[in-house]
T-cell receptor, first 112, second 110 residues
Framework: DAGITQSPRHKVTETGTPVTLRCHQT?????MYWYRQDPGHGLRLIHY???????DKGEVSDGYSVSRSKTEDFLLTLESATSSQTSVYFC???????????FGPGTRLTVT | RKEVEQDPGPFNVPEGATVAFNCTYS??????FFWYRQDCRKEPKLLMS???SGNEDGRFTAQLNRASQYISLLIRDSKLSDSATYLC???????????FGTGTSLTVIP
């Protein structure tokens, strides 16, 4: 299995609070991705990174920000959590833009 | 129209059966195609890449039809352990992203 970890694995938070999710890889892959998965929508890209300090938006980026200060870490921040951000969040890594992606175990986030 | 479309199923098949899933994509310029499987409450895991000439991995065969813009996955001799959701994935052109289908649910029945 690819060396990808996510923390925390579960989190319950209140509306309006900031939340940061962490993705850590040991594969030295250039690309890292944050997705959310909701029933009926499948996996949707939030943000991705193609190198240290290089990030871009995905299709559902509103309300989220990311940072990548080291190759191995990609952080996803919800500045002010809302109930619509209750979801399962997956991090993924890839060696290149057209290469297969490998997923972390996911973080279940509940915003009450 | 969605970028990637899959029949959500569910497909309920007996052990030993052959089952096929199709997935259509909208961008004819797409170059990379994959099938993933996802077990309940788990992360998606790469099942196989899909190559232009078609490819096989044990009981699994993947094919690409560029003219009709679909990819397929054939599972032969289904096992109980094949029960999962199967996701098709297509890369976005231009860009560094992928589109995921919403998945096809398969249950193999004893």
């Amino acid at each position: 299995d690819a060396g990808i970890t996510q923390s925390p694995r579960h989190k319950v938070t209140e509306t309006g609070t900031p939340v940061t999710l962490r993705c850590h890889q040991t594969e030295n892959h250039r690309y890292m991705y944050w997705y959310r998965q909701d029933p009926g929508h499948g996996l949707r890209l939030i943000h991705y990174s193609y190198g240290v300090k290089d990030t871009d938006k995905g299709e559902v980026s509103d309300g989220y920000s990311v940072s990548r200060s080291k190759t191995e870490d990609f952080l996803l921040t919800l500045e002010s959590a809302t109930s619509s951000q209750t979801s399962v969040y997956f991090c993924a890594i890839g060696a290149g833009a057209s290469y297969e992606q490998y997923f972390g175990p996911g973080t279940r986030l509940t915003v009450t | 129209r969605k970028e990637v479309e899959q029949d959500p199923g569910p497909f309920n098949v007996p052990e030993g059966a052959t089952v096929a899933f199709n997935c259509t994509y909208s961008n004819s310029a797409s170059q990379s195609f994959f099938w993933y499987r996802q077990d309940c409450r788990k992360e998606p895991k790469l099942l196989m890449s899909v190559y232009s000439s078609g490819n096989e991995d044990g009981r699994f065969t993947a094919q690409l039809n560029r003219a009709s813009q679909y990819i397929s996955l054939l599972i032969r001799d289904s096992k109980l352990s094949d029960s999962a959701t199967y996701l098709c994935v297509v890369n976005k052109i231009p860009g560094n992203q992928f589109y995921f289908g919403t998945g096809t649910s398969l249950t193999v029945i004893p």
